[in-house]
């Protein structure tokens, strides 16, 4: 074939009319296509200089096109020209993403370090602890479950009807002012509900629901519109009552006094009953019991300091006729006792109102580990 024809044949398509120029052209090209492999910055940007370059449309497959056009000299001199170039590239291509794909993984394994010496984070369970009022009730309710009384609960709104008069609060009576009673805004029929002022309206729930032999405790919250380092406006009662044909003041002296030891962890525990005035027992009692306060500590069942902790008291015969029970035929008695001042005895806390400021150096300090569920047959405290 002439020089003349296969130029013409050339031009027509695509091809320069020096074969010096297009060998600068297919240099250029590479040049190109290398530096803007080398250039591109990620594995993103590579793919699209790949695409622009060997891609269906890509510089370089439109050259490898024209050969098929060519007349066979040509192809001789212009295939291996072309193929060379496009090895190159693709050769370039296959280094750069492999380079780039190391440097990500670098850069990655350098933002995601860790140092395995550095002390594990300690679990939730570890951290976490329990309010020293959650745990008394533990305790309390685990002591008493030995003695074979359920748990009974109530709610903390609770009706003037069930917080004072069927526990023979007449109206008027000058027992209510002692409460210091928050009341809520009267409804529609004028009636005012309350914050229950002690637990003992759920003695009533309790009565009017269940029938005799009853052996309950009631824990729970209670309000007073009261503050001091020993009074917050809500704290904790448990309150404990037991109704059969049989049950007198001297088994609720004994329920209480195997109370205090086993609460207490003691042998022995000296009590006092001083009479008081509760308008739903009768005869009714405070009970104080003894301790000494040497260097600061208290200890139980030895010293001079009496400390009150209860009341109590024989189950009010008007009380049990308005649950419509007989006080002919059952009768029993009931205490309640103020949880977070058995808590600060116990554990040393001089001061209730940090019970309920949520401060977590405080809970620290106080609080006990979740998972050393009080029992008697385990140890209450751990
Ligand atoms: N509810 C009484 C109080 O809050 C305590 C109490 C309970 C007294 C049961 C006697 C019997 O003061």
């Known amino acids: 074939m002439n020089a003349s024809g296969a130029q013409k044949h050339t031009r027509r398509r695509h091809g320069p009319r020096d074969p010096n120029e297009a060998m600068t052209d297919l240099d250029s090209l590479e040049r190109d296509l290398l530096a803007q492999v080398s250039a591109a910055p990620d594995e993103g940007a590579l793919d699209a200089v790949r695409v622009a370059a060997l891609g269906k449309k890509g510089s370089v497959s439109e050259l490898l096109k024209t050969l098929g056009a060519m007349t066979p000299d040509e192809r001789k001199e212009r295939g291996p020209l072309i193929n060379g170039l496009r090895d190159r590239v693709a050769t370039a291509l296959t280094a750069r993403k492999t380079g780039l794909a190391e440097a990500a993984l670098e850069t990655r394994l350098a933002s995601e370090r860790i140092d395995v010496t550095l002390p594990g984070r300690e679990a939730p369970e570890a951290r976490g602890r329990m309010h020293p009022i959650s745990q008394v009730i533990d305790e309390v309710t685990a002591i008493f479950a030995d003695m074979g009384f359920a748990v009974a609960e109530g709610p903390d709104i609770e009706t003037d009807e069930l917080n004072f008069t069927a526990l023979n609060f007449p109206p008027g009576h000058p027992a209510r002012e002692m409460h210091d009673t928050f009341f809520l805004a009267p409804d529609a029929n004028g009636k005012r509900k309350v914050l229950r002022t002690h637990t003992s309206p759920v003695q009533i729930r309790t009565?009017?629901?269940?029938?005799?032999?009853?052996?309950?405790?009631?824990?729970?919250?209670?309000?007073?519109?009261?503050s001091d380092q020993t009074h917050t406006p809500m704290f904790h009662q448990v309150e404990g009552l037991v109704i059969d044909t049989a049950a007198n003041i001297a088994s609720l002296k004994w329920v209480l006094e195997e109370f205090c030891k086993a609460f207490f962890e003691v042998d022995q525990?000296?009590?006092?009953?001083?009479?008081?005035?509760?308008?739903?027992?009768?005869?009714?009692?405070?009970?104080?019991?003894?301790?000494?306060?040497?260097?600061?500590?208290?200890?139980?069942?030895?010293?001079?300091?009496?400390?009150?902790?209860?009341?109590?008291?024989?189950?009010?015969?008007?009380?049990?006729?308005?649950?419509?029970?007989?006080?002919?035929?059952?009768?029993?008695?009931?205490?309640?006792?103020?949880?977070?001042?058995?808590?600060?005895?116990?554990?040393?806390?001089?001061?209730?109102?940090?019970?309920?400021?949520?401060?977590?150096?405080?809970?620290?300090?106080?609080?006990?580990?979740?998972?050393?569920?009080?029992?008697?047959?385990?140890?209450?405290?751990?």
């Open 207 to 226: 009565m009017r629901s269940q029938q005799p032999p009853i052996r309950v405790i009631i824990p729970g919250r209670t309000y007073r519109h009261d």
């Open 269 to 382: 525990v000296k009590m006092r009953f001083r009479p008081s005035f509760f308008p739903f027992t009768e005869p009714s009692a405070e009970v104080d019991i003894l301790c000494s306060r040497k260097g600061g500590e208290i200890r139980f069942g030895e010293g001079t300091d009496w400390l009150e902790i209860l009341g109590c008291g024989m189950v009010h015969p008007n009380v049990l006729r308005n649950c419509g029970l007989d006080p002919d035929v059952v009768q029993g008695f009931a205490f309640g006792v103020g949880l977070d001042r058995i808590a600060m005895l116990k554990y040393g806390m001089p001061d209730l109102r940090p019970f309920f400021e949520a401060d977590v150096r405080w809970l620290d300090h106080y609080g006990f580990r979740p998972l050393d569920v009080p029992s008697l047959v385990g140890g209450l405290t751990g």
